[in-house]
């Protein structure tokens, strides 16, 4: 057993690293106690990631890592990987911390745990920061075996023994290899030892930039997603849908015609539409075409994009009466967005009488679980959840739907069943972020700022995913006990950073039955976008310059260190129909700054020619991936703020595809875009990266058209035509 003697703020807490039984080296580290809240006092002000950590305590420390005799080692994620790289970045800390090469180790995402409680949640962009330690750990604690199995073996002191490169050595020239002390390590008759983390100063891996373990898996088609697995009698299967979202089906007409077509196996109703069951994919689909069904009506079948805008505005229409002075008022919407991952909707499900299994990509494992067993009628115990590496997610994963209907239908028809949507219902009857409203009011005098209200309104949040319990078991104790999940979830992730006297921010929630979710963040994609952009206006009222008038009211020499590098090209002189526009985040305990280059020669055609992205992120575990991090983010930003949004009618999105969703392509892309990773410093933990690269981006674009332009935009995307001929409900 090992004490980690390693201390610091939230994570202020005991280690244990023990042995579990296996024939050759397996640890597993837990927590040696539990504080409560008031034991481990949150930083003030606290955000969600911290309140996300501090509800994942008692288990946060319930992981397995295991030596083969081989040298190679398997660590056992309680997280899902979907496109972030966590798999590599979790992989770093146990190479650092075990001292073996990086190709050595193999990741494997653990299937639902649900003595985990709230410790297998992948959001909120809390995964590196909630595993920093704890990983850290359990290596440290292998390690140190291994060195005293190799000082028994040589009859020495195990304060002799070092580690490198998968190997124990001796000062006089001796080696031998993990492998080979794989089952020796595995005793239980080494005493107790206190257990040191390595020192920063001494990490050779963990801060330098690293390309992905699964990169060559993932470029030549080797990577395994859910409908690559090979589940014996598993057959395919899709879903008729209905013509507005949340439809109900009535009765199907022609079941038994279509159960007649080539390859259709069953035919069958389930709560979402009717879904078909064939021997290929193709077949499956004509057979769903093929289907006559009465529907009945949803919960939002009247709603276009006019009613939906008019719903919200007039959520926030009272509140800020007129005043008499100086004050800046300005107000924004933006649009619902798809997810629209590169893997669509997916699961594969084999139901029995007494037992079911289930394979699917899932960010919160074991609220699916319960779920399908709900879905099933089985009970908890009798569910086996399989966690299936995921192809895109941006927050689309937090919800399991296809896991659902893949049991309900496996059920039904008494087999396996791999089942898909289309990229049309992904779309149509996926989530999406909710469309938002929101009115701000600045008051100024002699050139100070004296007051800053930002009332944001949004279609009500879904939050019924793992997220909600984690978040009230976190706040215990705290102010924001008794709000719903979504204002907590606002409270604690959308802040402005500025010094802009009396501050408030509210959210008001629309309560509309749309299937909505968190999309590459909760609030902050669009309520932080939307302050940035008024700083602007601020900035321009006041006579200041956009990036003077945000570093004279930040906060922190951190914050105006991520503005400095990113502005470093401040000013310089650009073409005419051109302009720099500039945008700040911080949120997770990271910050960035972002400045575009944006072409508007042709308002209707505008490009955003060159970025510059400045970010901390803390302790950066992997530089490289956070730099994908950031550039993606970049894209979602260049998407959603200039072209890619829903478009509802009468109770469902008119877009079905990409072409209709207009994401950004390889073209809309900038000709050159640098993203600088900042060291946080010595003593810096890793902050959260995942949602920290949209709000800046969208910002600093939209306030380069503004000044491209002399238009401010207040409605986005900017250009959002429907130029497309929809495809049929």
């Not at 970025?611 to 803390?618: E, F, N, S, T, Y």
Request: with cysteine; proline share 7%; aromatic share 6%.
């Amino acid at each position: 057993m090992t004490e980690n003697a390693e201390h610091t703020g939230v994570d202020r807490r005991r280690f244990l690293a023990f042995l579990v039984a296996a024939p050759t080296l397996t640890v597993a580290a837990v927590q040696l106690d539990t504080p409560g809240a008031a034991a481990v006092p949150l930083p003030e002000p606290p955000d969600l990631g911290d309140v996300l950590n501090l509800a994942a305590l008692p288990t946060s420390h319930l992981l397995t890592l295991k030596v083969a005799e081989d040298g190679t080692v398997d660590f056992w994620l309680p997280r899902e990987e979907v496109g972030q790289g966590l798999t590599t970045a979790v992989a770093m800390l146990v190479a650092e911390e075990l001292d073996t090469a990086l190709d050595t180790v193999r990741v494997h995402l653990d299937k639902a745990r649900p003595e985990l409680l709230f410790n297998q949640l992948t959001g909120s962009s809390n995964s590196i920061r909630s595993l920093y330690r704890p990983v850290r750990t359990a290596a440290a604690a292998a390690r140190q075996r291994l060195a005293w199995a190799a000082a028994l073996r040589w009859g020495t002191e195990p304060d002799r023994v070092t580690t490198r490169g998968g190997r124990a050595l001796l000062a006089d020239g001796r080696s031998i290899a993990y492998g080979e002390l794989a089952r020796e390590a595995s005793s239980d008759r080494f005493a107790e030892q206190p257990l040191a983390l390595k020192p920063r100063a001494e990490h050779r891996l963990i801060g330098s930039p690293t390309s992905r373990i699964d990169a060559r898996a993932l470029v030549t088609g080797r990577q395994q997603y859910t409908l690559d697995l090979d589940i014996p009698g598993a057959k395919p299967a899709m879903v008729r849908r209905p013509p507005t979202i949340r439809g109900s089906v009535r009765r199907v007409r022609n079941a038994a015609a279509v159960e007649t077509m080539p390859g259709v196996l069953a035919v069958t109703a389930i709560a979402t539409g009717v879904a078909v069951v064939a021997e290929t994919f193709g077949q499956a689909l004509a057979g769903k075409e093929a289907l006559d069904v009465e529907w009945g009506p949803g919960p939002v079948d009247e709603l276009s994009d006019d009613s939906l805008r008019a719903k919200l505005r007039g959520a926030v229409a009272q509140g800020l009466p007129p005043l008499l002075g100086r004050y800046v008022d300005a107000e924004f919407d933006f649009a619902p967005v798809s997810h629209a991952p590169l893997e669509t909707n997916c699961a594969v499900a084999d139901v029995r009488p007494a037992h079911a299994t289930v394979w699917a990509p899932a960010q919160s494992p074991i609220a699916a679980r319960k779920a399908v067993a709900d879905a099933i009628g089985l009970p908890d115990a009798l569910v086996d959840f399989h966690v299936v590496q995921a192809g895109g997610s941006f927050g689309r994963r937090l919800f399991h739907d296809a896991a659902i209907e893949a049991a309900q239908v496996s059920k039904a028809v008494r087999r396996p069943v791999r089942l898909m949507w289309s990229r049309v219902d992904d779309m149509r009857h996926g989530r999406m972020r909710p469309a938002t409203h929101h009115k701000l009011r600045a008051v100024h005098a002699g050139g100070a700022l004296l007051s800053f209200r930002h009332r944001m309104a949004s279609v009500a949040m879904d939050v019924r995913h793992g997220f909600g319990d984690a978040i009230t078991a976190g706040l215990t104790g705290l102010p924001l006990v008794g709000e719903t999940t979504a204002q907590a979830m606002f409270a604690l992730s959308v802040r402005s950073p500025y010094d802009m006297g009396a501050t408030r921010q509210t959210l008001t929630e629309v309560p509309l039955q749309l299937p909505t979710g968190s999309w590459r963040g909760v609030f902050s994609g669009t309520g932080r976008a939307a302050e940035e952009m008024f700083v602007d206006e601020l900035a321009e009222r006041l006579g200041q310059d956009p990036v003077a008038f945000r570093r004279a009211r930040l906060r922190t020499a951190a914050q105006r260190a991520v503005l400095d590098k990113a502005a470093a090209g401040w000013g310089r002189e650009l073409p005419a129909g051109w302009a720099q526009g500039v945008g700040f985040h911080e949120e997770y305990r990271s910050r960035t700054a972002c400045v575009v280059d944006l072409d508007a020669t042709d308002p209707k055609a505008p490009r955003v020619m060159r970025a510059v992205i400045a970010v901390d992120a803390g302790r950066a575990v992997n530089p490289r991936g956070i730099e994908a991090q950031m550039l993606g983010g970049l894209t979602d930003a260049i998407a959603t703020t200039l072209r890619a949004g829903l478009h509802l009618d009468k109770g469902l999105p008119l877009e079905g595809s990409y072409s209709q969703f207009h994401y950004a392509r390889q073209r809309n892309s900038p000709y050159e875009a640098k993203v600088h990773v900042l060291d946080g410093g010595p003593d810096a933990e890793p902050g959260g990266i995942g949602e920290l690269g949209v709000p800046a981006p969208v910002a600093a674009i939209a306030n380069a058209y503004a000044r491209a332009t002399g238009r401010r935009p207040r409605s986005f995307p900017v250009h959002f035509a429907v130029d497309f001929e929809p495809f049929p409900r």
